[in-house]
């Protein structure tokens, strides 16, 4: 899977894919402790559907918005594929990062996650995501977008919990000098758990 980058007058033009559904997670720590996951087909077309707005953040900072639904500037949709992100960056310290490479792939926050525990004899149990709800979609810039087995997981007060995956990327830039690809995706990628507030 690819990041494309195209420079325009109007600003970065970002798109590819956020996650590839049917794909199996390296192993990560959720609720059930260590599983590998899958995200089922439709899982995330219901959740664009419920969402009222999903918003687009870089490395999970929710205090600054750079694009969203409500406004057109982030288009979403689930495919054969999985989840697919256009995006319309209009920040110029963005666009700089674009534009020299330095974006590595995608993450998004998922809650409201209704998922089965497979156990599987010579391996780690299989976590099938149904359903969910998405919180936000992000660009990773400074953050590894793979983590290892051993995730971070945050708690607190019995707030809804926000669990984010990340997705590597081999980014392709258009528009200024071609930036050699950095990445070779082999699907998406355990991650960090964490809270929505």
Same mark, same amino acid.
Request: aromatic share 4%; glycine share 8%; charged share 25%.
């Given at each position: 899977?690819?990041?494309?980058?195209?420079?325009?007058?109007?600003?970065?033009?970002?798109?590819?894919?956020?996650?590839?559904?049917? &794909?199996?997670?390296?192993?990560?720590?959720?609720?059930?402790?260590?599983?590998?996951?899958?995200?089922?087909?439709?899982?995330?077309?219901?959740?664009?559907?419920?969402? =009222?707005?999903?918003?687009?953040?870089?490395?999970?900072?929710?205090?600054?918005? *750079?694009?969203?639904?409500?406004?057109?500037?982030?288009? #979403?949709?689930?495919?054969?594929? =999985? #989840?697919?992100?256009?995006?319309?960056?209009?920040?110029?310290?963005?666009?700089?990062?674009?534009?020299?490479? &330095?974006?590595?792939?995608?993450?998004?926050?998922?809650?409201?996650?209704?998922?089965?525990?497979?156990?599987? /004899?010579?391996? #780690?149990?299989?976590?099938?995501?149904?359903?969910?709800?998405?919180?936000? !979609?992000? #660009?990773? !810039?400074? &953050?590894?977008? !793979?983590? /290892?087995?051993?995730? !971070?997981?945050?708690? /607190?007060?019995?707030?809804?919990?926000?669990?984010?995956? @990340?997705?590597?990327?081999?980014?392709?830039?258009?528009?200024?000098? %071609?930036?050699? %690809?950095?990445?070779?995706? @082999?699907? *998406?990628?355990?991650?960090? @758990? /964490?809270?929505?507030?």
């Amino acid at each position: 899977m690819s990041m494309n980058i195209e420079i325009r007058a109007d600003g970065a033009h970002i798109s590819g894919y956020v996650n590839a559904t049917e &794909k199996m997670s390296r192993p990560v720590i959720t609720r059930h402790g260590r599983v590998v996951e899958v995200i089922e087909p439709r899982a995330f077309a219901g959740a664009i559907a419920r969402a =009222g707005n999903i918003t687009l953040t870089v490395d999970h900072d929710d205090g600054h918005v *750079y694009a969203e639904t409500r406004d057109g500037t982030l288009e #979403l949709h689930e495919d054969s594929i =999985g #989840l697919h992100a256009d995006v319309l960056i209009r920040d110029e310290n963005i666009i700089a990062l674009a534009r020299s490479g &330095k974006i590595r792939g995608w993450s998004f926050g998922m809650y409201n996650v209704q998922d089965t525990l497979e156990p599987r /004899a010579e391996d #780690l149990p299989l976590r099938r995501i149904q359903t969910l709800d998405l919180d936000h !979609v992000t #660009l990773v !810039v400074n &953050k590894q977008p !793979v983590y /290892a087995a051993t995730s !971070v997981e945050v708690r /607190a007060d019995g707030e809804v919990e926000l669990e984010t995956r @990340s997705c590597e990327a081999d980014v392709r830039v258009r528009g200024s000098a %071609p930036a050699a %690809p950095i990445f070779d995706n @082999s699907g *998406y990628h355990a991650r960090v @758990s /964490a809270l929505n507030h």
